[in-house]
Every structure is written in C-alpha cells, then in structure tokens.
T-cell receptor, first 112, second 112 residues
Framework: GQQLNQSPQSMFIQEGEDVSMNCTSS?????WLWYKQDPGEGPVLLIALYKAGELTSNGRLTAQFGITRKDSFLNISASIPSDVGIYFC????????????FGTGTSLTVIP | KAGVTQTPRYLIKTRGQQVTLSCSPI?????VSWYQQTPGQGLQFLFEYFSETQRNKGNFPGRFSGRQFSNSRSEMNVSTLELGDSALYLC???????????FGPGTRLTVL
C-alpha cells in the first residue's frame, strides 16, 4: 500500500521555539491533511490543503502543499505547552479515490 | 454543527466474542471511514461507506465488517475477537469521501 514517511518521529523543544515537520509520499497526492491527536482521543483536523503550492495558516500553525505534490510541511511557531501531542499527516492520492493514507506521526513534547 | 460521535467509548471483551461499534457522522456527511489505531501499526484503514455501500476496503480479515444506514450512521462489527484486535477504533466522516475527513473520539476496545 501507499507509504507516507513522516519526520521527525519525535521532537523535544523548549516553549517558545518554532517547530517544523514534514511528510513525503511515493506518489502524487491531491489532498493533504494535518491532524493533532491527544492521548485517548481521535485526531483533530488542523489544516487541509488542496492545491500544489498552497500555503495555509491556522493561528500559529502553517502548512504547505509541496510543489511536487509528493510532500507537505507543517510549522508551529512560538510553541506552547498545549501543543504537546502527536501530529499526523494524511493524504489522498487521487480525486477518484476515497482512501486516505496516514503518516506514522510526530510526537511533540514542549518543555516549559 | 455537532461533530462525529462514536459509541461506546470503551469496551472490554474476551477472545472469541463479537463486538459492534457505532458511528454517527456529521450531519450532511455521507461518507464514513473506519480506522484501527495501534501503537505498533499506526492508523490503518478498514473500510469506507458511502450511501449505504462499501466503496473501499483495507487489508483486514473478513472478521471485520461494517454497514451504513440510510441516515449515514455506520456500524462496524468484529467477530471472533482476538487479542490483537485490541486497539482504538476511529471513524471519520466527510461529505464525499475524498475530501476533508473529521474524526470521532474513538472506541477503545480491549480484548482479554
């Protein structure tokens, strides 16, 4: 099946620092989604991207749909303790498909 | 608009039993996808239903089945439970299936 490589696997940062993570696929995607998941809860949608090159912000979060359509990036600026959690990327490879593939997640720890 | 709801939130079963999980999508959403999440395998796609029809299926044994009702609510059934079926089961709804997916809080299934 489709593989999504998400990196880094985990991050330990100081409060106030910026964070960057990315996701790459082996084939072209038409949609990229970024989620955050807290322990024991379902993933919560952060940002959705639908066009190559698209740059979208949601508060301190900014995500980009890579020009090659095979990657996406998520940045968090000025991190705060409540940013702690696991961040997942998800992508859908084609418009006729109806299946999303998920990255393995980036575990973020923010040290106050 | 109410989000995706899943019931029950927690379940404990023993090997060999069967279980039914329920998912109510966001009002107006016709697509419901089911995922299994475990620490070792991450998020894995089970199947997707749209307008009461299964459109896509992941690589899971036939013990995993589902259905969707005319009001878009969906159920997932697992028969002859195995220890390895212990996981967080998530459902996600979307308007058409390949657009943005919104997750429910999940059902935590423990098989003893």
């Amino acid at each position: 099946g489709q593989q999504l490589n998400q990196s880094p696997q985990s991050m330990f940062i100081q409060e106030g620092e910026d964070v960057s993570m990315n996701c790459t696929s082996s084939s072209i995607f038409n949609t990229w989604l970024w989620y955050k998941q807290d322990p024991g809860e379902g993933p919560v949608l952060l940002i959705a991207l639908y066009k190559a090159g698209e740059l979208t912000s949601n508060g301190r979060l900014t995500a980009q749909f890579g020009i090659t359509r095979k990657d996406s990036f998520l940045n968090i600026s000025a991190s705060i303790p409540s940013d702690v959690g696991i961040y997942f990327c998800a992508g859908s490879p084609d418009l006729t498909g109806n299946q999303f593939y998920f990255g393995t997640g980036t575990s973020l720890t923010v040290i106050p | 608009k109410a989000g995706v709801t899943q019931t029950p939130r927690y379940l404990i079963k023993t090997r060999g039993q069967q279980v039914t999980l329920s998912c109510s999508p966001i009002s107006g959403h016709r697509s419901v996808s089911w995922y299994q999440q475990t620490p070792g395998q991450g998020l894995q796609f089970l199947f997707e239903y749209f307008s009461e029809t299964q459109r896509n299926k992941g690589n899971f044994p036939g013990r995993f089945s589902g259905r969707q009702f005319s009001n878009s609510r969906s159920e997932m059934n697992v028969s002859t439970l195995e220890l390895g079926d212990s996981a967080l089961y998530l459902c996600a709804s979307s308007l058409s299936g390949w657009d943005t997916q919104y997750f429910g809080p999940g059902t935590r299934l423990t098989v003893l």
